[in-house]
């Protein structure tokens, strides 16, 4: 294992306050720097849930916690034109087609594909989708573009297996939910026909991901375990789009007294209401647990 300086990052959404989970992986991150650069990403896409209160929120949580890093910091919805160059490559590469379908309609057709002779798959984040935008004309598709539908566009997973080399892999510098490590084989169809970007958002987290850790010069992505998954749809973009692959450090989830994963909506365990309780960042880290082996 790599004992060189990395370049890290923490990137939080501002859709709400930080709480217990998010200073275990800050702490991740910077520790897996070794010294080297520790950077904070705002992950501000979800233009419907995005709060101005919340971004200052996570700065002054993570200054409390006695954290520094670089500015300027990088905000996503400040990068449309670095996703929008992503997304043309793709298309010019012909592995990118308009959807069309809702989530619902999504859900409804899994449900009814699951007496098919193939039945349905399941992914990571649900139903895989059945490819049914896939199979429209290319002169059924224009007329409802030009209609003003909304659409999506999905990666073209096929053609995008057939284009990617065969063996990709990645190091896990962790231990996975299962307990991977090391080289990690590519199973570069687990998210099916992904959703790479909507209307009114230029980028989906997978592609939006992909490109600032490039642009940053990531050599350590660390997140959580149930993000694991999206290292396989990821090597495989990165392949697409010729960018550099970093290792990756998946650490375990911060559990509630139930056994889930924090969310937001638990506001007790807020670091900004754990502050104002009398927390210290001192017993703050002492209820953490103890720190994953790093890059």
């Avoid at 590469?93 to 309609?105: A, G, M, Q």
């Avoid at 592609?207 to 959580?224: K, N, S």
Wanted: glycine share 8%.
């Amino acid at each position: 294992m790599s004992a060189e300086p990395q370049i890290t990052r923490f990137a939080p959404s501002p859709t709400g306050l930080l709480h217990l989970g998010h200073a275990f992986a800050a702490l991740v991150a910077f520790d897996a720097a070794r010294g080297g650069k520790f950077l904070v990403r705002i992950e501000d896409t979800d233009t419907a849930r995005v709060r101005p209160e919340f971004e200052q929120a996570i700065f002054d949580d993570l200054h409390w916690l006695g954290f520094s890093w670089e500015e300027p910091v990088m905000r996503q919805s400040e990068r449309a034109d670095a996703y929008g160059r992503a997304i043309t490559i793709l298309r010019g590469k012909d592995l990118l087609y308009p959807c069309f379908c809702s989530r619902k309609e999504v859900e409804a057709e899994f449900r009814a594909s699951i007496s098919a002779p193939h039945g349905g798959q399941m992914g990571p984040d649900g139903p895989l989708y059945p490819g049914t935008c896939k199979r429209l004309s290319t002169d059924e598709t224009d007329a409802r573009m030009d209609a003003g539908e909304e659409y999506a566009m999905r990666l073209h997973i096929d053609r995008a297996i057939a284009m990617a080399p065969r063996d990709m892999d990645f190091q896990e510098r962790g231990a996975g939910p299962s307990g991977e490590t090391g080289t990690i084989m590519v199973n570069p169809g687990v998210f099916g026909d992904a959703v790479l970007s909507r209307k009114g958002a230029v980028a989906s987290y997978h592609l939006a991901v992909v490109v600032d850790d490039a642009v940053q010069a990531i050599g350590c992505v660390t997140r959580g375990n149930d993000l694991f998954p999206s290292a396989h749809l990821h090597r495989l973009l990165q392949a697409l789009l010729d960018l550099p692959t970093p290792d990756y450090l998946h650490h375990e989830l911060i559990l509630d007294e139930e056994g889930r994963r924090l969310a937001k909506r638990h506001e007790a365990l807020s670091l900004q209401h754990l502050r104002e309780i009398g927390e210290t960042p001192q017993s703050i880290r002492e209820t953490l647990p103890e720190l994953p082996e790093v890059c």
